[in-house]
Each structure stands twice: as structure tokens, then as C-alpha cells.
């Protein structure tokens, strides 16, 4: 991973607590079209060492959309059901002021909610929503 996302890497070792592993994906907004990227992340993943540098400070910086915690303070969490762990992930970004590059994707256990934000998120920026039954 720092070969390839040294952004995310270097924002980890400043914002991040020791021994915490998210569930999540990285993400390359394209600042000329007006969302995310598919081409641009694999740009990025292929990228190695200087070259994925430049492409992180000049054009193609990356975000990571957090989903779930795995592990906090170096526990294992995957024994909770997902609805009980949702909370560590919001509580982290809350008590460390996550902002950019880290993002917590949303989640809803209200149906009429995720249809909505499906149809008015993913057609304009590409995010997608998690519905939790």
C-alpha cells in the first residue's frame, strides 16, 4: 500500500489510532468531470512508488470511504454483528475529526432513505449507500 497510496498512507500516520483496520475502499475523485473515478483509481493502483506520488499531489489524490471498523486498538471485532460495530466507525471519525482524505460511507436501515439517495447520489458522483435490514 505505500507504494501505491502513499496519500492515504502519510494521512493514516497523522490522523489515525495504532492498530485499527477498516473495511472500506479507496477512492480517486476527478476534479474535471465531477465524480469518481473507476479509470483514475486504477491509474492509481497500477502506479508505483514516484510515479504514484506525482499522481497524488498533482492530479489524482485519493480518499478512503470507510464501511466498517475490523479492528480498534488492536481487538478484533468481526464476532459483533455489523449493526453493533456500525457505531465504532461513526464514534472514530466523530472523536478523531476524520475529514479528507476519509470518508464514512453512509449507511440506513430505512429503505425509502437508500432508494433515495441511490437515485440522486450514485447518477451525479458515483457514491453508493449501504442498507442494513
Known amino acids: 500500500m505505500p507504494d501505491r497510496w502513499p496519500d492515504l498512507v502519510a494521512a493514516a500516520a497523522g490522523q489515525l489510532p495504532h492498530g485499527l483496520v477498516f ?4 477512492v480517486v475523485w ?14 492509481r493502483a497500477a502506479a508505483r512508488a514516484r510515479g504514484a506520488v506525482g499522481l497524488a499531489a498533482l492530479r489524482l489524490p485519493a480518499c478512503f470511504v470507510a464501511f466498517d471498523v475490523l479492528q480498534l486498538h488492536g481487538e478484533e471485532l468481526l ?4 449493526r453493533d460495530r456500525r457505531t465504532e466507525p461513526e464514534k472514530l471519525f466523530t472523536d478523531y475529526a476524520l475529514m479528507a482524505p476519509w470518508t464514512l460511507c453512509p449507511m440506513t436501515t430505512d429503505l ?4 433515495e439517495r441511490l437515485q440522486t447520489w450514485t447518477g451525479a458522483s458515483g457514491v453508493e449507500d449501504m442498507l442494513c435490514t
Open 23 to 26: 473495511d472500506g475502499e479507496p
Open 30 to 43: 476527478d476534479a474535471e468531470e465531477g465524480r469518481l473515478s473507476f479509470e483514475a483509481l486504477q491509474r
Open 79 to 82: 464476532r459483533r454483528p455489523y
Open 112 to 115: 425509502a432513505k437508500a432508494r
